[in-house]
């Protein structure tokens, strides 16, 4: 019976040892060796030059409005997506297919532009009339021009000498956007403004 026992405990430590064994373990694992970027002196400079200003990633920084007023001529356009309508600079207008009438949305836009066009008496424009591709490239023509001149007539209507705005018309031949589908030429129905040099 004592030689039972005997082997009983010895089977009992044997077990014991191998639970213990397979049970899981820490491995230690060094970590990777991470090399900082290359930063070149000029960079860090710039760095430096920025480092207090909470403006200098701001494409905006050197007008002079507030984000609160940025933020409350904020407009989201359904063309342009969100735009600041604070007459800090001049925005391109969109009309509807095969109409050259202005769009609530673009009243907007060229109230924006006539702010901008009183606050810089110096400038002169040329507004460029588009179309998208469909139809003929005569009728195109044509009608950037009425949608160019609608635009210009806007201007006008609100203060803007006409001597300052000149007008053309590129029909189907300069697209914003390459295209074949309904985005696409809802983006190339449009009246630009471009500053003269």
Aim: hydrophobic residues 30%; glycine residues 6%.
């Amino acid at each position: 019976m004592t030689k039972f026992k005997g082997m009983f405990a010895i089977l009992a430590g044997l077990i014991i040892l191998v639970a213990v064994g397979c049970g899981p373990q820490q491995v230690a694992v060094d970590e990777p060796m991470v090399d900082e970027p290359a930063v070149s002196a000029e960079e860090e400079r710039e760095r430096d030059r920025y480092a207090d200003d909470p403006y200098a990633d701001d494409p905006y920084a050197d007008d002079p409005y507030t984000v609160e007023d940025r933020e409350r001529y904020a407009f989201n356009s359904p063309v342009l997506n969100r735009i600041y309508l604070d007459g800090s600079q001049m925005y391109t207008v969109h009309f509807d297919f095969d109409r050259s009438s202005i769009r609530s949305d673009a009243r907007k836009i060229l109230d924006n532009n006539v702010t901008f066009m009183e606050r810089n008496p110096e400038v002169k424009i040329v507004i460029e009339g588009h179309c998208d591709e469909r139809g003929s490239s005569d009728y195109n023509l044509a009608l950037g021009d009425r949608r160019a001149q609608s635009v210009k007539d806007y201007l006008v209507t609100n203060g803007i000498d006409a001597s300052r705005i000149t007008t053309i018309s590129y029909g189907k031949e300069k697209p914003a956007d390459p295209r074949s589908n309904e985005s696409a030429w809802q983006k190339n129905r449009r009246g630009e403004f471009v500053k003269k040099q």
